[in-house]
Nanobody, 119 residues
Framework: QVQLVESGGGLVQPGGSLRLSCAASGSIFVINVMGWYRQAPGKERELVATITPGGNTAYADSVKGRFTISGDNAKNTVYLQMNSLGPEDTAVYYC?????????????WGQGTQVTVSS
């Protein structure tokens, strides 16, 4: 089983930036896709961005041009650089890993990290 540990959330003023990190660890596995999701109060969890080991990325329309997802394959770590943050970005951000091991293909979630954008 893969464990995900997130870090980097916090309180930031509108227009500010934050960088989230997510490190994956566990038994022998292969990452298929890693991504960031977020859930605001009273709303459903939504996709923010994804990245494959080959570097292919995808973004929600709401964050294109402001957020950048990147990864370090050697460290099994994915990052989310968030710029020009606004109150609408306030949410709990979750890391997700779609991975395969000798038993099959699975998904794993991190514990979540709070991002609050407020003056």
């Amino acid at each position: 089983q893969v464990q995900l540990v997130e870090s980097g959330g916090g309180l930031v003023q509108p227009g500010g930036s934050l960088r989230l990190s997510c490190a994956a660890s566990g038994s022998i596995f292969v990452i298929n896709v890693m991504g960031w999701y977020r859930q605001a109060p009273g709303k459903e969890r939504e996709l923010v961005a994804t990245i494959t080991p080959g570097g292919n990325t995808a973004y929600a329309d709401s964050v294109k041009g402001r957020f950048t997802i990147s990864g370090d394959n050697a460290k099994n770590t994915v990052y989310l650089q968030m710029n020009s943050l606004g109150p609408e970005d306030t949410a709990v951000y979750y890391c997700n890993a779609d991975y395969s091991d000798y038993e099959g293909r699975f998904g794993s979630w991190g514990q979540g990290t709070q991002v609050t954008v407020s003056s």
